[in-house]
């Protein structure tokens, strides 16, 4: 229905820690007030490895995390779908825990991404 599934076989979890990811400068209303790449870190937070991304679909990649050389999407938009009347969509996986979301990047990306998904 979104876009990105997790398949058992191959998606897992990284380790719930210290997660340092990137905001790239792209221009999109979901990445809004970065003018410039950004590194971060969250506290108790995780990465989501191998996650499949349905093909069909036109992804924009706003944030990744950085696990062992790799990066793995933490923001990815779509404007719409590839079923007739499909929606916009974001797939934000920054922010596993109250710690984590504490980062003032993290609040700025929710709300700048919920706010174009509302518009």
């Known amino acids: 229905l979104c876009g990105v599934r997790w398949d058992w076989k191959v998606t897992?979890?990284?380790?719930?820690?210290?997660?340092?990811?990137?905001?790239a400068a792209t221009g999109h209303p979901a990445v809004a007030g970065f003018t410039a790449e950004t590194e971060f870190l969250t506290q108790n937070d995780e990465t989501y490895l191998n996650l499949q991304m349905t093909p069909r679909w036109a992804y924009d990649l706003h944030a990744w995390s950085l696990h062992g050389g790799v990066r793995f999407p933490m923001l990815v938009t779509a404007d719409c779908g590839p079923a007739p009347g499909s929606?916009?969509?974001?797939?934000?996986?920054?922010?596993?825990?109250?710690e984590a979301m504490e980062a003032p990047e993290v609040r700025k990306i929710w709300k700048s991404t919920m706010a174009w998904l509302t518009a």
């Open 12 to 23: 897992c979890h990284g380790p719930v820690g210290e997660t340092k990811s990137v905001v």
């Open 87 to 98: 929606g916009r969509m974001a797939y934000i996986m920054i922010g596993h825990s109250v």
